[in-house]
C-alpha cells in the first residue's frame, strides 16, 4: 500500500504564488509517476503535471498540462519522496482542488483513471 499526504494550498491574489507537497510513504518502489490533478468548481478533475521517477540513479523526466507551462514546476525531492508544485503567476482559472497521485506502472499516465493511490485534495483558490 502507498500513502499520500498532501500540504500546502490557500487562498492568493492574482498573480501570486503558492507552493504544494506530496509526501509518499509505503511501498512506492524506486520507479513510479507522481502526478498533480486538479478539479475546479462544477468541472471534472483535470491534469496538470507528472514527474516518472526511473529510480534514485535516473534522472526524472516532466511534463505539464498546457494551461501551467511556464508557471508551475513539479520537482521531487528523493531524500523525502516528496513531490513538489511549485505554482507562480497564479489566476483565478487555477482555482480548484488540487491532489496528488502515483502509480507505479510505466506509461504517460495523464488521466485520473490511470493512477492507483491518491492523497487527499487541497484547495487552492485565487482571487481576482
Known amino acids: 500500500q502507498v500513502q499520500l499526504v498532501v500540504s500546502g494550498g490557500g487562498l492568493v491574489q492574482t498573480g501570486g504564488s503558492l507552493r504544494l507537497s506530496c509526501g509518499a510513504s509505503g511501498r512506492t518502489g524506486s520507479r513510479y509517476t507522481m502526478a498533480w490533478f486538479r478539479q475546479p468548481p462544477g468541472k471534472d478533475r483535470e491534469f496538470v503535471a507528472r514527474l516518472w521517477s526511473g529510480g534514485i540513479w535516473a534522472n526524472s523526466s516532466t511534463n505539464y498540462a498546457d494551461s501551467v507551462k511556464g508557471r508551475f514546476t513539479i520537482t521531487k525531492d528523493n531524500a523525502k519522496n516528496t513531490v513538489y508544485l511549485q505554482m507562480n503567476s497564479l489566476k483565478p482559472e487555477d482555482t480548484a482542488v488540487y491532489y496528488c497521485?502515483?502509480?507505479?506502472?510505466?506509461?504517460?499516465?495523464?488521466?485520473?483513471?490511470?493512477?492507483?493511490?491518491w492523497g487527499q485534495g487541497t484547495q487552492v483558490t485565487v482571487s481576482s
Open positions: 497521485a502515483l502509480d507505479q506502472r510505466v506509461g504517460p499516465r495523464v488521466r485520473p483513471e490511470e493512477y492507483a493511490y
